[in-house]
């Protein structure tokens, strides 16, 4: 059971229907609660806790909050605005909306196991289909485009080719990437230690190449970065510096890798995901086992894994196509 200072949250509810009976304040009540038994107890990422956050305080803006505890009404209708535009003119895309109804259905199936409202509300929202959409990825060929797209002149130069050459090694993704302090690489033995989704630990081996980027960008553009930052760095400091001697934010990374992508041509086409879901595709179509994928993208569950193979057979479709005399 979620407690805040020593308070049940039926309790903390109790008390603010005494205060107030009115249904918003009973929720912001609830949402108090909630996240706090998602941080403490479940032991949620702070990325996951703002996520829900987010999605719970767009609900409370809801014209049918005041009932929320009553029945599944306030909840439906919200979902519907969401889905047709009604939401500040501008509809939910399918896996915003998916989300949207996870976190509802979480925080009252939490609210119906401490008593905060009295109906089930949580099996009357039904999660919306989800669209198997084919990630976007890039053949070797663009990949390596990319990567030698890089402008090694202008300054941080190394530092993006160094970033973009270990996304494509590892498959990690951006947040992960960005988050790696020295003591998680380890040149020597070519793999990083990357920390994923709910805390999850995964040791990736990186290639020789990215080794060798990384080496040079370790020795030749980070420790002026390192000295426009104060104190002393623990665990080594960041792997990737900004401008100001702090860890690389994720907008500036973005803002690098867009400005390589648009002189490689391919700025429809990538994004920071882009490199990962490349690394997993060229890895099976090079007959890579799905459970050593799995491993390496730190995916919880094969299902999400899957999703790659049905690329891999677009591509092999596609090269039937063009070589096979009666395609």
């Given at each position: 059971?979620?407690r805040?200072r020593g308070?049940t949250?039926?309790?903390?509810l109790?008390?603010?229907?005494?205060?107030s009976g009115?249904?918003p304040?009973?929720?912001?009540a609830?949402v108090?609660?909630?996240?706090?038994?998602v941080?403490?107890e479940?032991g949620l990422?702070?990325?996951?806790?703002?996520?829900?956050?987010?999605?719970?305080?767009?609900f409370?803006r809801?014209?049918r909050i005041?009932?929320?505890?009553?029945?599944p009404?306030?909840?439906?209708?919200?979902?519907?605005a969401?889905?047709?535009?009604?939401?500040?003119?501008?509809?939910?895309?399918?896996?915003?909306?998916r989300?949207r109804?996870?976190?509802?259905?979480?925080?009252?199936?939490?609210?119906?196991a401490e008593?905060?409202?009295?109906?089930?509300?949580a099996?009357?929202?039904?999660?919306?289909?989800?669209?198997?959409?084919?990630?976007?990825?890039?053949?070797?060929?663009?990949?390596?485009r990319?990567?030698?797209?890089?402008?090694?002149?202008?300054?941080?130069?190394?530092r993006?080719?160094?970033l973009?050459e270990?996304?494509?090694?590892?498959g990690?993704?951006?947040?992960?990437?960005?988050?790696l302090d020295?003591?998680?690489?380890?040149?020597?033995?070519?793999?990083?230690r990357?920390?994923?989704?709910?805390?999850r630990e995964?040791l990736v081996?990186i290639?020789?190449?990215?080794?060798a980027?990384?080496t040079?960008y370790?020795?030749?553009?980070?420790?002026?970065?390192?000295?426009r930052?104060?104190g002393?760095p623990?665990r080594?400091g960041?792997?990737f510096?900004g401008e100001?001697?702090?860890?690389?934010?994720?907008?500036?990374?973005?803002?690098?890798?867009a400005?390589?992508?648009?002189?490689?041509g391919?700025?429809e086409?990538?994004s920071p995901?882009?490199?990962?879901?490349?690394?997993?595709?060229h890895?099976?179509?090079?007959g890579?086992?799905?459970?050593?994928?799995?491993?390496?993208?730190?995916?919880a569950?094969?299902?999400?894994?899957?999703?790659?193979t049905?690329?891999?057979?677009?591509?092999k479709r596609?090269v039937?196509?063009r070589?096979?005399?009666?395609a």
């Open positions: 059971m979620a805040l308070v949250p039926s309790a903390l109790a008390g603010t229907a005494r205060r009115d249904g304040a009973r929720f912001d609830a108090e609660a909630f996240l706090a038994y941080r403490v479940r990422s702070p990325a996951t806790s703002r996520a829900y956050a987010s999605d719970l305080r767009a409370r809801e014209p005041a009932s929320w505890d009553r029945g009404d306030a909840a439906l209708t919200h979902l519907a969401a889905a047709s535009g009604g939401e500040r003119g501008r509809a939910l895309r399918p896996t915003s909306l989300r109804t996870a976190t509802l259905r979480t925080f009252y199936r939490f609210a119906f008593e905060l409202c009295r109906v089930d509300i099996t009357r929202l039904d999660l919306p289909r989800q669209s198997r959409l084919l990630p976007d990825t890039l053949s070797v060929d663009e990949v390596d990319l990567l030698a797209s890089v402008d090694l002149d202008r300054p941080r130069g190394l993006d080719r160094a973009l270990l996304l494509y090694a590892s990690a993704r951006i947040s992960e990437a960005l988050g020295m003591d998680d690489v380890s040149l020597d033995g070519g793999f990083v990357v920390v994923g989704k709910g805390d995964r081996p290639g020789d190449e990215a080794v980027w990384l040079r370790g020795s030749d553009e980070r420790p002026a970065l390192v000295e930052g104060r002393t623990a080594g960041p792997v510096i100001r001697g702090r860890r690389l934010g994720r907008q500036r990374a973005w803002e690098s890798i400005s390589v992508a648009a002189r490689a391919l700025t086409r990538v995901h882009t490199l990962r879901h490349s690394f997993a595709t890895l099976l179509e090079g890579a086992d799905l459970r050593v994928v799995q491993e390496l993208l730190g995916h569950s094969i299902s999400t894994t899957q999703l790659y049905h690329v891999t057979g677009e591509r596609e039937y196509a070589a096979h005399p009666r």
